[in-house]
């Protein structure tokens, strides 16, 4: 049984540069979803797909963050130009919409640090 | 975005007591859902609940989507060590979860 994968698990970055992220799913889940943690708060939704169309977007993602899903399976998070205000934990879950209820399951998230 | 409210923010207890944790909304949700997170590792779920009112154990662990459905409660019966972590409500609506700020829970052996 292989849960969700996120990879890296920690980046470090200097402000400016750009980072990617990449989260595989639940194989067959078709829903995915990426959240941002920072420190003593709960997760924050930010954008998810079904299958390879984004369908909803926070006002949280800013236009220096982009998702893909290109083949509906394995995901990416990119933040271009990182400002230290981007630190914190990233994180992935999937779900289906085939099983009769839709649980989230997560990743172990990416941890990012902007210097 | 929806507010959840969690309390309390934090619990210091000894090991064998009972814990109890609340959720509350200001908006109405369709599905309640409890979270332990612990450092450096993703939220897992422990509960889930559907319907207004239901009333669901998972081993130690019970909780309750409320009648009014903006609001849920969990407990944790005879605490060990191990549940050491922080518990997170959420709640869905559409298809969006949101979040509460989470309990940080301690168990003092």
């Known amino acids: 049984d292989t849960g969700v994968s996120q990879d890296p698990r920690h980046k470090i970055t200097k402000r400016g540069q750009n980072v990617t992220f990449r989260c595989d799913p639940i194989?067959?889940?078709?829903?995915l979803y990426w959240y941002r943690q920072t420190l003593g708060q709960g997760p924050e939704f930010l954008t998810y797909?079904?299958?390879?169309?984004?369908?909803?977007k926070s006002r949280l993602l800013s236009d220096r963050f982009s998702a893909e899903r290109p083949k509906g399976s394995f995901s990416t998070l990119e933040i271009q130009r990182t400002e230290q205000g981007d630190s914190a934990m990233y994180l992935c879950?999937?779900?289906?919409?085939?099983?009769?209820?839709?649980?989230?399951?997560f990743g172990a998230g990416t941890r990012l640090s902007v210097l | 975005g929806q507010q959840l409210n969690q309390s309390p923010q934090s619990m210091f207890i000894q090991e064998g007591e009972d814990v109890s944790m609340n959720c509350t909304s200001s908006?109405?949700?369709?599905?309640w859902l409890w979270y332990k997170q612990d450092p450096g590792e993703g939220p897992v779920l422990l509960i889930a609940?559907?319907?207004?009112?239901e009333l669901t154990s998972n081993g130690r662990l019970t909780a309750q989507f409320g009648i009014t459905r903006k609001d849920s409660f969990l407990n944790i019966s005879a605490s060990i060590p191990s549940d050491v972590g922080i518990y997170f409500c959420?709640?869905?609506?559409?298809?969006?979860?949101?979040f509460g700020t989470g309990t940080s829970l301690t168990v003092i052996p």
């Open positions: 609940l559907y319907k207004a009112g």
């Open positions: 959420a709640g869905q609506y559409g298809n969006q979860f949101y």
């Open positions: 194989s067959e889940h078709n829903r």
């Open positions: 797909f079904q299958n390879e169309a984004q369908l909803e």
């Open positions: 908006s109405i949700f369709n599905t």
């Open positions: 879950a999937s779900s289906s919409t085939f099983l009769a209820k839709n649980i989230q399951y």
